[in-house]
């Protein structure tokens, strides 16, 4: 379905129940996907508005039609699943989103359902809506002892060793103004202020990497870093402002309990006010709205709470939101504009993505002149054509957006915009992929080329020093690297032809590159690109198949047999290989004399070649688990076949333990899991 016609709530009145099915099962999709790239990939599609109208009419249809309510529908849940490149951690008590609206009588209406449960005698705490990466830090008799991010808001990724580089965070609750609790989960939100933002960009864009889309992203990518070193590099505030659970104090009001974290040596948000009436809020909100330009550090609104925490429990709260609680967003900054011309872009994994290029203009203090249009279907739902004045807006602040079109009675358009038939870059044919387009010519389209070389070189995957963006585009431009392979010919005297370069650093980029024929399969498979094979992945394959070879001949089936992989991706993978022109290209890379070692091989245990499956909540993190199955010589693999030894099932178990069941697949509770690793295997 497209996104209009899940926007259109005109005939839910007269729905059957089998048209809702259809309905709200588009929802959820739309909403999960939405959800993961907001919250786990940092990227956003999608204005806050669109997510809350589908989120809205998702609520309504589940209300009308409760016994369709399914257990993971996103009005269930908050967020997303976090990545694996952390250990999952379970929240000290669930990390609730908020309720929000723009509307000032939607505030009207939530103080009138306060005061209908409370009385007329309300105090709210008003504090400005911060738009960083929210963060649980648990201290224990007064240390800290974990941070958490949101995750999916029931559990998230630990960060701890990256939150104890930030210089503003306490590693110990300072007692000399009161002592500290046996236990204190504290909920804050990692910032990176627009003046470091700036400066951080610069610096990435002079070293040759990608700069950061906008403060948010790269305050909750600097704190995923798997490498804590990297994330002390980087300009991190925190500002902390709720106490989640505390034992060993008490406080009866939340303005009680930001005092406490002021004197245990937390940074706060500033401008926290207390409030009495709708009015005062309204003028609170339009304070901050008319200064939002004017601070260092984003906001997308303010957060109205009630402030007596006894209170606060006699509202309640929904799954996704407490009730005691709202967001006042402000509207999105938008301004007029007009396009000159719809370029497009191609990216480094082949997809064509159309771009307004548009006639220069200030939106919230910030100079725009470029725009994603997203894909064909998107620039014809809203019919946008070269010529055409448009209303624009920074989506979440940050975002340029195209929202609509202005319309100019008398004035003639340009014609319809069409994707071309072959890519820009290349003059390959172009692929249509539902309303994606992409250039099939990964490893010579000049494009692709470009960002292929930057992903080889990266970190995760062959990590060549000084192989950044600006230097790979004058690698191909200059016509020095017209494939892959060719990096592994480029001499110093070639290089110091190229702006930038001396005699010291074209033979430090030489010998870097030339150290990376000895490197890991993992790695190696990573840094060429494969569809769906990002870091997790790429190591699993090599631990499996332990030859590239054994990689590129795999099978559908036997690629389907690697913990993580299924047949979605193994399809994606197989076809990829299969492509004789990537293939020749990975061939050429291989001449090149590469030495590409497999991940050592785990000692035999009690429980070698067993596979195991999880599923439901354990009272152990899942990633510890894990690790105990492993070092007992065991796999954890992610979904059930005839092949599973044994289903380990916490609370709450899904749709695995009644496959188990129906292929007689052994089931163990938590506590025979934990007498089988002892008795097996020990920890």
């Known amino acids: 379905m497209t996104l209009d016609e899940l926007l259109d709530q005109s005939g839910d009145d007269r729905l059957d129940r089998e048209e809702a099915a259809r309905i709200m099962e588009a929802l959820r999709g739309e909403l999960t996907r939405h959800a993961r790239l907001y919250y786990v990939e940092d990227r956003q599609e999608i204005d806050d508005s669109v997510y809350d109208a589908l989120f809205r009419r998702l609520q309504r249809l589940e209300e009308a039609f409760p016994d369709l309510v399914t257990p993971d529908s996103p009005t269930l849940r908050v967020g997303a699943d976090p990545l694996e490149a952390f250990e999952t951690v379970r929240h000290v008590v669930p990390m609730l989103s908020l309720d929000s609206t723009q509307e000032p009588e939607d505030v009207r ?31 224990e008799q007064g240390v800290l002892v974990r941070a958490v991010t949101r995750g999916n808001g029931m559990e998230g990724e630990d960060v701890t060793a990256n939150a104890r580089t930030i210089p503003t965070l306490p590693l110990r609750l300072d007692e000399s103004r009161r002592p500290a609790p046996a236990l204190l989960a504290a909920r804050g939100e990692v910032l990176m202020y627009l003046s470091a933002f700036e400066a951080l960009n610069q610096r990435m864009v002079e070293q040759g990497a990608e700069p950061y889309v906008n403060p948010r992203n790269s305050a909750s990518g600097s704190l995923r870093q798997l490498d804590p070193r990297l994330t002390a590099e980087r300009p991190l505030d925190v500002l902390v402002y709720d106490v989640l659970a505390v034992d060993g104090a008490t406080f009866e009001t939340d303005h009680e309990a930001l005092e406490a974290l002021g004197d245990w040596g937390f ?16 003028a609170y909100h339009e304070a901050f709205a008319r200064d939002r330009d004017d601070l260092d550090y984003e906001i997308d609104g303010v957060v109205i709470k009630v402030d007596e925490r006894a209170a606060r429990d006699v509202l ?12 006042f967003k402000f509207e ?22 159309p771009v307004a290029l548009m006639r220069p203009v200030m939106v919230g203090g910030v100079t725009v002149s470029r725009a994603s249009l997203h894909n064909r279907e998107e620039v014809a739902r809203k019919d946008i054509r070269e010529g055409d004045l448009v209303r624009i807006q920074r989506a979440g602040d940050v975002i340029p957006q195209v929202v609509e079109r202005v319309d100019e009675p008398g004035r003639e358009r340009g014609p319809e915009f069409r994707m071309p038939d072959t890519c820009p870059a290349c003059g390959a044919p172009l692929h249509q992929d539902g309303p994606a387009t992409f250039c099939p ?30 230097t790979a585009e004058l690698l191909v431009e200059r016509g020095l690297v017209r494939e892959l392979s060719d990096l592994y010919d480029l001499t110093p005297e070639q290089l110091v032809e190229l702006p930038g370069f001396a005699e010291k ?26 569809p769906e094979v990002g870091q997790t992945v790429a190591r699993e394959l090599a631990a499996h198949f332990r030859d590239v070879r054994a990689v590129l001949e795999a099978t559908p089936e036997e690629l389907e047999a690697v913990d993580g992989v299924g047949p979605v991706m193994s399809a994606r993978i197989r076809a990829f290989l299969d492509d004789s022109r990537n293939r020749e290209h990975i061939e050429h890379v291989l001449a090149k ?14 429980l070698e070649g067993k596979r195991f499956v999880f599923t439901g909540s354990l009272s152990i993190p899942r990633g510890r688990a894990k690790a105990m199955v492993e070092a007992a010589g065991g796999r954890v693999v992610s979904s059930v076949s005839g092949e599973t030894d044994y ?27 934990l007498a089988l690793l002892d008795g097996g295997a020990g920890e």
């Open 647 to 673: 289903v380990v099932a916490g609370e709450d178990p899904g749709s695995k333990l009644a496959k188990a069941e129906k292929l007689g697949v052994p089931v163990l509770d938590e506590t025979a899991f």
């Open 267 to 282: 940074r706060r948000p500033k401008r926290i006010e207390l409030a009495r009436t709708v009015d005062e809020i309204l």
């Open 316 to 327: 309640g709260a929904t799954s996704h939101h407490p009730r005691w609680a709202l967001a």
């Open 109 to 139: 209406r939530f103080d009138e359902r306060v005061r209908r449960v409370l009385g007329d005698d309300v105090v709210y705490i008003l504090e400005p809506k911060l738009d960083g990466a929210s963060i649980e830090l648990v201290y």
């Open 593 to 606: 004399g590469l030495v590409l070692e497999p991940p050592e091989e785990r000692e035999g245990g009690p």
């Open 441 to 470: 010519n990964r490893f010579e389209c000049p494009a692709q080329l470009k960002g292929g070389i930057v992903h080889y070189a990266s970190r995760p995957g062959l990590d060549i020093e000084g192989l950044g963006q600006e």
């Open 332 to 353: 999105p900054r938008k301004e007029v504009t007009r396009i000159e011309r719809i370029a497009l872009s191609v990216g480094r994994t082949g997809r064509v993505t």
């Open 505 to 530: 650093s074209a033979t430090a980029l030489v010998d870097a590159i030339q150290r990376s024929r000895h490197t890991e399969l993992a790695r190696f498979l990573y840094g060429l690109g494969i």
